[in-house]
């Protein structure tokens, strides 16, 4: 979702605090799933591509084995495909592993209605039949729209209709922060 114009209104995490996130949610996911046998981390595309590499990294300090990432493109599962491009730009799915069996934790950076989470659980699906699919998201803000919520959260965020929150990861964007934003007017 792109939007023009926003207004900064409030930086809620700092480099040090996405890495604090980070670390707690590893243990989390270390701890609910007994080890790392069987699990997996995917990314959703785009930031929570980023995100799912620096938590495999983080259990891999914590834990000295490695856990596989893959990487989602959620793009042709939207139930909004259709307002959002005439030709919409789909990546690839980069899922070198198969998923039968595994404990996948699906990764994000920002949990608003659960649509997007949809869409990535049904181009999961497809992929294969894991055991079981767990959610992981930097930020929850709220306003869910579908009966989905994370089992890992970084922060917990009450917004408004009037507010985004954008999530800049320095693989992507060159800085590590979360901000609210403002839409004007």
């Known amino acids: 979702m792109m939007f023009h114009n926003l207004v900064p209104k409030a930086q809620i995490m700092d480099k040090?605090?996405?890495?604090?996130?980070?670390t707690r949610?590893?243990?989390?996911?270390?701890?609910?799933n007994k080890g790392t046998a069987d699990l997996v981390l995917v990314g959703i595309r785009?930031?929570?591509v980023p995100l799912s590499r620096r938590l495999a990294e983080r259990i891999r300090e914590i834990e000295g084995r490695e856990v596989p990432v893959g990487i989602l493109d959620i793009t042709l599962y939207r139930d909004d495909l259709s307002t959002l491009a005439t030709q919409p730009v789909v990546h690839s799915t980069e899922v070198p592993f198969p998923i039968d069996g595994k404990k996948v934790v699906l990764v994000d950076d920002v949990i608003f209605t659960g649509r997007t989470v949809r869409a990535a659980l049904d181009a999961l699906v497809d992929l294969g039949r894991p055991r079981l699919i767990q959610l992981a998201v930097l930020v929850d803000r709220g306003h869910r729209e579908l009966p989905i919520r994370p089992d890992y959260v970084g922060k917990n965020v009450p917004t408004s209709s009037r507010e985004v929150v954008a999530v800049n990861l320095t693989?992507?964007?060159?800085?590590d922060m979360v901000q609210i934003m403002e839409i004007p007017g």
């Open 25 to 32: 949610i590893a243990h989390e996911i270390i701890e609910r």
């Open 171 to 175: 693989e992507i964007d060159g800085q």
């Open 46 to 48: 785009r930031r929570g």
């Open 16 to 22: 040090e605090a996405i890495r604090r996130a980070i």
